[in-house]
C-alpha cells in the first residue's frame, strides 16, 4: 500500500520502469519508516501527480546502462584485458645499440652543451659571466656542466606555469609517433646515457619492461579518455610535475609519467636534480625536439633547471594553476615533498626482505644477488635477510666474499651483469662512522649485522650500498606448530610497520606454501614471492628483486598503510594510467545514477543489504559515487585472484583484504558533525566485503543522526562500534595505535570524487603473489583459496530466503 502510494505521487514516466522485488521492498520499509525523500533522490523520481500506468514490476534484471564494467582502475574485467597482445622486444639489438653509444660518445659534450632550463622549446642559458655547475655521476664523479636558472628565468618559467593552459586534450597520434621514436630509434641513447649518469648496469631490462608496459598503459589511457568523452570523468590538465628518479627514469619518467600524461593534453614540468641530473635532462631535451617535429606546442613541456629552493618557490607559489607532482624517492623525501606540496603521488622505498629456512647454496646466491643487484640501487634490493638460527656472521661473511666488484657500469653491460658493486665509491654512504652495530665486509665494500631479533623500525636505506641485516629467527622442525606461528607473527608485525616492497620466502617445497601462505594473510605487501630449497632447478630459490608488471606481477612501493598520507596523495600500482590519479568523477554523471544501476539481479538475496543502505544516501553526488564503487568492488571480487600472464613463472594478483591478524584492525573515526553520507563511502568497502569483521567505527556520543542510521541498518551489530569523544579516541590511538593497520578519519565530500580504484586502494592491499616454478599449477590451487583475497560479502540470512519471483 505504501508502495503504490509513493508511485501515485510521481511524475509520470516514459517507457516501462523494471524494479526487482528486493528494490521494492527496500523502499516500502524505507517509506514505512518516513525516509521518503532519500528514496525519491535515490530513484531520481519526483514527487508530483502521475499514474502507475507506465509501471511494471518484473523479475528482470535491474538495468545498468550507465555505471557499465568500462573500468581503468586495478583489478577490474577491462584493466585485465589490457594485458593482451603485447610486443615482444628485441634485448639484444637494444643492448648493442647501447653499447655503440657508448663507444661514440664523446665525453665533452656534456661540458659543451650543459643542463639548463627550457621554456617553450628555448633553452634558458646563464649570461657568460656566470660559472657553471659541476655536475656528478652516481659515484660522485664529475660528468658535465649545469646552468642553473637566474632569478629574471625563475620568474619567466613562473609566469609560464601558472598561465599556460594546454591546446590540447587529445594528441595520442603524435606521441605515440614520438614514443615509437624513443622505444626504437633512440633506445641505444637512452640506455646509453642511464648507463653513463646513473651507472646502471642493465638498463636493456628496463627498456624491455617499457616497450610492453607502456602497451597496457596506452590502453588505460584509452579507456579513461573514452569515458572522459562520454561526460563520466574529467581529466584535470593543469601542468603536473614529474620529479624523476635516478635508477628507472627511462620507463617512470619518460614513459608512465610523461608520454602517458603528454599524449592526453597533460603539460609536464620536468624538475631538475642535485645529483645523477644528466641523463634525464638528456631525454627531456630530445622530447622536446620531437614534440616540434610533430608540431606540438612546445610549451607543453618544460625542464626546471634551478635550485632546490627556486624549486620549491614555483610549486608552492602555483598550486592554484598546477596538477599533481608526481616522485619515486625515499621515505624521507616523499614527507619532505608532500608537506610542502599536498598534491604529491609518491612511490618509496622499503626494507626488503628475504625470508629462508634453509641455507644453502642456491639460497645464498640469491641473498647475494638480491642485495648486490646495480650496487643496491635497484628498488626491489634486499635489506633484510630472515636465516636460520644456525648461521652465523662467519657464514655472512663468506657469502659475500664472492660478489663482483666493477669500476663502470658499461663492463656490466658489456657482460650481461647486473649484481655487481662500485667498491668503496663516494656517491653515498655507510654505516661506518653512524652506525658501529654493523661490521664491515673484510675484502669488500659490503657492510652486515647478525641478530637473533627483528631490526629495529624504519631501517636507513644505505642507497648503492651493500648493507644487510641479518636475523637468525626462521622457524625450524624442532619447533611447536605455536612456536612457529608467534615467529610468523612476529615478522608479520615488523613487515607491517616497514612496509618492504617485496617479500621472498624460501623453504622445502613441502612447507614453503604453508609459511608463505601464514606471511601473505598476515601482511599488506604488494610483492611476494615463493621458492624452494629442494626442487632448485625448476622452482630456484626466491629473490626481492624479481617482478615483471608487464605480465601482471603487478608492483608498487607504498609507505606503511596508516601513515600513507604524509607521503602520498595515492599509492600508485604500476602498470596504471598516471592521468588517473588526478581525475575525478563527474558530478552531473555521478548525480544521474539511481539505484537502478546497480549490477544486481533480483535474486541476489544476499546483498539486499546494499539495496537497502544505497537509497538512505541523501546527496546525490555520493550516492552515485558510492554506487560506482560498489559496481567495482562487485566486478573485481567476481574473478579473485586472476592469474598472471607471465611463462617463467607463475603469479596470481587483485586486491586484498587487510592483514589477517588477531585484534589487527581498521578505526573509522566519525566525530559528532560527520554525516551518514560522508561515512558510507569509507565503510562502503569494508562492510560490503569479507573485511567487514576487520573495520571498527568510533563515532562521537553525541552524534545522534549518525548512530540511527547504523540502527537502523543493522551496522551497529555487524561492525564493532565504539562511542567515545575526540578526546578518548584520541588517547586510545595514542595507547594501542600498533593494534591498528589504519587510522582513518571521515572527512566530508565536497563534489571532488576520485575514481574508486584510486579510492580503494587507500585502505585495501594490492599486488601479486608468485612461484619462482613455471606454470605451477600445484601453486594456483593453494593460494587462490586464501582468505586473504577480497571477496564480496552474502548475507547468508537473506539468502535463504524464498525469492518473490519463485
Not at 500500500?1 to 510521481?10: E, Y
Not at 616454478?773 to 600445484?778: F, I, T
Request: net charge negative; proline share 5%.
Amino acid at each position: 500500500h505504501k508502495f503504490k502510494n509513493l508511485l501515485l505521487n510521481c511524475k509520470s514516466l516514459k517507457g516501462t520502469m523494471t524494479i526487482s522485488r528486493a528494490v521494492g521492498s527496500s523502499m516500502i520499509r524505507n517509506v514505512i519508516k518516513g525516509r521518503q525523500r532519500s528514496i525519491l533522490n535515490a530513484y531520481k523520481i519526483s514527487p508530483t501527480y502521475s499514474s502507475l500506468a507506465s509501471f511494471s514490476i518484473a523479475p528482470s534484471k535491474v538495468a545498468t546502462t550507465k555505471s557499465c564494467k568500462r573500468w581503468y582502475n586495478f583489478a577490474s574485467s577491462s584493466y585485465t584485458s589490457c594485458f593482451q597482445n603485447l610486443p615482444k622486444p628485441d634485448t639484444e639489438s637494444i643492448r648493442q645499440s647501447a653499447l655503440i653509444y657508448l663507444d661514440e660518445f664523446d665525453e665533452t659534450l656534456w661540458y659543451n652543451e650543459p643542463v639548463c632550463s627550457i621554456l617553450n622549446g628555448e633553452k634558458l642559458t646563464s649570461p657568460s659571466d656566470t660559472p657553471s655547475i659541476i655536475t656528478q655521476n652516481a659515484l660522485s664523479n664529475p660528468n658535465g656542466h649545469q646552468h642553473m636558472a637566474t632569478k629574471s628565468q625563475v620568474q619567466s618559467l613562473l609566469s609560464h606555469i601558472q598561465t599556460y593552459q594546454s591546446p590540447y586534450t587529445d594528441i595520442r597520434s603524435q606521441i605515440r609517433t614520438m614514443e615509437q621514436s624513443l622505444l626504437y630509434e633512440h633506445a641505444g641513447l637512452l640506455v646509453g646515457n642511464q648507463c653513463l649518469d646513473f651507472q646502471k648496469q642493465d638498463g636493456v631490462t628496463e627498456m624491455e619492461e617499457s616497450i610492453m608496459a607502456n602497451a597496457v598503459e596506452r590502453s588505460l589511457n584509452d579507456i579513461l579518455l573514452q569515458d572522459e568523452n562520454r561526460g563520466k570523468i574529467r581529466i584535470n590538465r593543469k601542468p603536473m610535475y614529474v620529479s624523476c628518479v635516478s635508477n628507472f627514469t627511462n620507463f617512470l619518467d619518460l614513459f608512465r609519467k610523461t608520454i602517458r600524461s603528454l599524449e592526453l593534453g597533460v603539460p609536464c614540468i620536468v624538475l631538475g636534480r642535485s645529483h645523477t641530473v644528466q641523463h634525464s635532462y638528456r631525454w627531456t631535451e630530445l622530447l622536446v625536439d620531437l614534440l616540434q617535429k610533430e608540431d606540438i606546442d612546445a610549451g607543453m613541456v618544460t625542464y626546471l633547471s634551478c635550485t632546490l629552493d627556486d624549486i620549491k618557490f614555483i610549486t608552492q607559489s602555483s598550486r592554484d594553476s598546477t596538477g599533481m607532482l608526481y616522485s619515486t624517492c625515499s621515505r624521507e623525501l616523499a614527507a619532505s615533498i608532500k608537506a610542502g606540496y599536498p598534491n604529491t603521488i609518491a612511490s618509496t622505498g622499503g626494507p626488503n626482505t628475504l625470508y629462508t629456512t634453509e641455507w644453502t647454496p642456491a639460497v645464498q646466491d640469491a641473498v647475494r644477488m638480491s642485495a648486490s643487484i646495480e650496487s643496491s640501487g635497484q628498488c626491489t634490493a634486499l635489506r633484510h635477510c630472515v636465516v636460520p638460527s644456525s648461521v652465523t656472521s662467519t657464514d655472512v661473511e663468506d657469502l659475500f666474499s664472492s660478489v663482483e666488484s666493477i669500476d663502470k657500469a658499461e663492463d656490466a653491460l658489456r657482460d650481461y651483469k647486473f649484481d655487481c658493486i662500485f667498491e668503496n665509491h663516494a656517491g653515498s654512504v655507510t654505516p661506518a662512522g653512524q652506525d658501529d652495530t654493523y661490521t664491515k665486509h673484510g675484502t669488500k665494500d659490503v657492510h652486515y649485522k647478525v641478530n637473533t631479533h627483528m631490526p629495529e623500525n624504519h631501517i636507513h636505506e644505505y642507497w648503492r650500498k651493500v648493507v644487510v641485516d641479518v636475523t637468525t629467527d626462521a622457524t625450524t622442525s624442532d619447533l611447536t606448530p605455536e612456536e612457529k606461528d608467534d615467529k610468523l607473527k612476529d615478522l608479520a608485525k615488523w613487515l607491517n610497520t616497514n612496509q618492504p616492497i617485496s617479500l621472498a620466502v624460501n623453504a622445502p617445497r613441502s612447507q614453503v606454501f604453508d609459511i608463505a601462505k601464514s606471511l601473505f594473510e598476515k601482511s599488506a605487501l604488494v610483492v611476494y614471492t615463493v621458492g624452494s630449497t629442494d626442487r632448485e632447478k625448476e622452482a630456484p630459490p626466491a629473490l626481492t628483486c624479481q617482478a615483471r608488471p608487464q605480465e601482471a606481477e603487478v608492483f608498487g612501493e607504498f609507505p606503511p598503510r596508516k601513515d600513507l598520507r604524509v607521503f602520498t596523495k595515492y599509492p600508485v600500482i604500476v602498470p596504471s594510467s598516471t592521468p588517473s590519479y588526478d581525475t575525478t568523477y563527474d558530478k552531473n554523471y555521478l548525480e544521474s545514477l539511481s539505484v537502478l544501476d546497480l549490477n544486481l539481479h533480483p535474486g541476489d538475496n544476499g546483498l539486499r543489504y546494499i539495496q537497502m543502505l544505497i537509497p538512505d544516501i541523501d546527496n546525490a553526488a555520493t550516492c552515485g559515487f558510492c554506487i560506482e564503487l560498489f559496481n567495482y568492488i562487485l566486478d573485481v571480487t567476481s574473478h579473485n585472484p586472476k592469474r598472471g600472464f607471465g611463462t617463467s613463472r607463475t603469479a596470481i594478483w587483485g586486491i586484498q583484504r587487510p592483514p589477517i591478524l588477531h585484534d589487527i584492525r581498521t578505526v573509522i573515526r566519525c566525530n559528532d558533525k560527520n554525516a551518514f553520507n560522508d561515512l558510507v563511502p569509507t565503510l562502503l568497502p569494508f562492510y560490503a566485503t569479507n573485511a567487514r569483521e576487520q573495520v571498527e567505527l568510533s563515532v562521537h556520543p553525541e552524534n545522534d543522526n549518525l548512530l540511527e542510521k547504523l540502527q537502523d541498518h543493522n551496522i551497529d551489530s555487524a561492525v564493532k562500534c565504539v562511542l567515545e569523544d575526540d578526546s578518548s579516541f584520541e588517547e586510545r590511538m595514542i595507547a594501542n595505535g600498533d593494534n591498528y593497520y589504519n587510522i582513518v578519519e571521515v572527512e566530508e565530500y565536497k563534489d571532488n570524487y576520485p575514481l574508486v580504484g584510486q579510492f580503494l586502494s587507500l585502505y585495501f592491499p594490492l599486488g601479486h603473489i608468485k612461484s619462482t616454478m613455471s606454470d605451477d599449477n600445484e601453486f594456483i590451487e593453494f593460494f587462490e583459496k586464501s582468505d586473504k583475497w577480497l571477496q564480496i560479502h552474502q548475507d547468508e540470512e537473506e539468502m535463504k530466503k524464498t525469492s518473490f519471483w519463485g
